[in-house]
């Protein structure tokens, strides 16, 4: 995904208040020495800077307009009128409580009214706001608001599965265990055949656990 401008997304005041390189390399060094090691010993050396270039790709969603990625669509369909489904997009972010990472997948899916729009704008989509920090309910209703303003589709489907490194490495260490969290809007929230002709999709039950956002 090729990085814009900052000041093509952020306003001004942001990119005003945005710390530059060297600081936040600096950071990394107090975090090192808070954490009981040397900045300064030779394997140390180069890893503020290191994880500066890290973080830039961890969190470039910062950098993309979701709605401008969606923004090309297509209306030469013939007719087209079933929904598009796209599964098992793989997605890594990070968790805003204790930054660490989230892994796992998503779903999504709608059911057009005039228009589409390219599948691996979907898959950007996903990416956009999972390079972000995030708690994954936030991330499942921005994925699925989007969606739904941009194209007006008949209705809107994301579900997202994922594994919080935030209780698996830390805390309860409960290793394994995945969050499943949904948004279902227009036809897939008030037509139950809609909804269950795509939860068989993504092989969920209708009945199955779902967080429904």
Known sequence: MATPPLDSILPASDLSARPDRAEAEAAVRTLIRWAGDDPTREGLLDTPARVVRSYEEFFAGYLHDPVQTLSRTFSEVEGYDEMVVLTDIRFESHCEHHMVPIIGKAHIAYLPAHRVVGISK??????IYAKRLQIQERMTVQIADTLNDVLQPKGV??????????MST??????????????????FRSDASTRR?????????ATGPLSNT
Do not use: P, W, Y
């Not at 489907?157 to 935030?166: F, L, R, S, Y």
């Open 157 to 166: 489907a994301v579900v997202i599965e994922g594994n919080h490194q935030c």
């Open 170 to 187: 830390r805390g309860v260490h409960k290793a394994g265990a995945a969050m499943v969290t949904s948004r279902m809007l227009g036809a």
């Open 122 to 127: 979907l898959a950007r989509l996903v990416d």
């Open 197 to 205: 002709e795509f939860l068989a999709m993504i092989g969920r039950s």
